[in-house]
């Protein structure tokens, strides 16, 4: 698969397209302080309910997330703060996150050939994928990767934005001359959505961890080994979104779909849990689109 241009020039299209987008590439203001408390370890329930009470759509988010199956709590859950203590900091980061960046996939007119709500379910898919195989090998690291994965390929909707003009010679390149997605953004925009993704990452300060995720997830291995795991959680998780087709899925060729002994043996997977979680996912999707989609 094609790595990320890394070249200055590549650096000033990113910054450029990051401009030409605007408020488009804003998170609200109550998400970026959601974002502020979390990532800091002195920060409490009591600290993130302070913000969240005066947001009454995302405190009625978090209700319907608390209540649905897709965390699998016991019993209604009728209050905020309870529902922060029974999530999590994280879990409620990345609820608020979702929420704030399901408008950029569901604000923008199709093209032909290009749906972002058909995008934003592929992301749903490796989301919950990459939270799945997670799961596994550090239960811990469970919320981080499903965010990774639900916001990776957020540098398309940048690239839809930013480069309208030149969106649909893309899919022309993919399609018809079966160029691969990331060698034809390239070769089109100059940068390709991994690069893209990663610097809106870096506009909106997400953790080290995301950004390598975002930035490498066709390409894993260039992740610095601290921050590699999730990388690694995401790249199988959009093999698997693509080859089962999930949404939108150009972005991985059938023949760059590689998944080695090597890569399942780091992510402590067998072949059957890999065929046990294909054969979950769709369920496993189902549930987070109803609780996360909406």
């Known amino acids: 698969m094609s790595n990320s241009p890394t070249t200055l020039d590549g650096q000033q299209i990113v910054t ?12 609200p203001e109550v998400t970026l302080r959601i974002i502020r408390i979390v990532e800091d370890p002195k920060s409490t329930a009591r600290d993130l309910h302070a913000i969240i009470k005066y947001d009454p759509p995302l405190s009625a988010k978090i209700l319907k997330v608390v209540n649905s199956a897709f965390y699998g709590l016991p019993g209604q ?9 029974l999530l999590g900091l994280r879990a409620v980061k990345n609820i608020a996150i979702a929420t704030s960046v399901t408008r950029l996939f569901k604000g923008v007119r199709p093209v032909t050939g290009f749906d972002p709500k058909e995008l934003w379910r592929h992301c749903m898919a ?13 239960k811990a690291r469970a919320e981080e990767a499903f965010l990774a994965g639900l916001i990776h390929d957020i540098g398309i909707i940048v690239a839809f934005q930013a480069f309208a003009d030149r969106f649909e010679d893309l899919l022309t390149r993919v399609r018809d001359e079966n160029t ?3 060698q034809a953004e390239a070769e089109i925009f100059g ?3 991994q690069m893209l993704g990663m ?4 506009k909106w300060r997400f953790p080290m961890a995301l950004r390598g995720a975002i930035g490498y997830h066709h390409c894993p291995d260039r992740v610095s080994e601290e921050n590699r795991l999730i990388a690694y959680a995401v790249y199988l998780a959009d093999i698997i979104a693509c080859v089962d087709r999930k949404g939108f899925c150009l972005t991985v060729r059938d023949d760059q779909a590689l998944v080695t002994p090597q890569l399942l043996d780091t992510l402590s997977l067998t072949e059957a849990d890999l065929a046990n979680l294909r054969a979950d996912l769709d369920d496993s999707l189902a ?4 609780s996360l989609g909406g």
């Not at 401009?19 to 804003?26: H, M, P, Q, W």
């Not at 490796?126 to 596994?136: D, E, F, H, T, Y």
């Not at 549930?287 to 109803?290: D, F, G, K, L, T």
Request: with cysteine.
């Open 191 to 193: 940068v390709d959505h």
């Open 77 to 85: 859950i009728a209050s905020v703060d309870r529902a922060i203590v």
């Open 180 to 182: 691969p997605w990331c």
């Open 126 to 138: 490796v989301g919950v994928a990459s939270r799945l195989i997670i799961q596994k090998k550090d």
């Open 199 to 202: 610097g809106l990452a870096a």
């Open 287 to 290: 549930i987070a689109e109803e």
């Open 16 to 27: 450029k397209a990051l401009a030409k987008i605007g408020d488009i590439a804003t998170l």
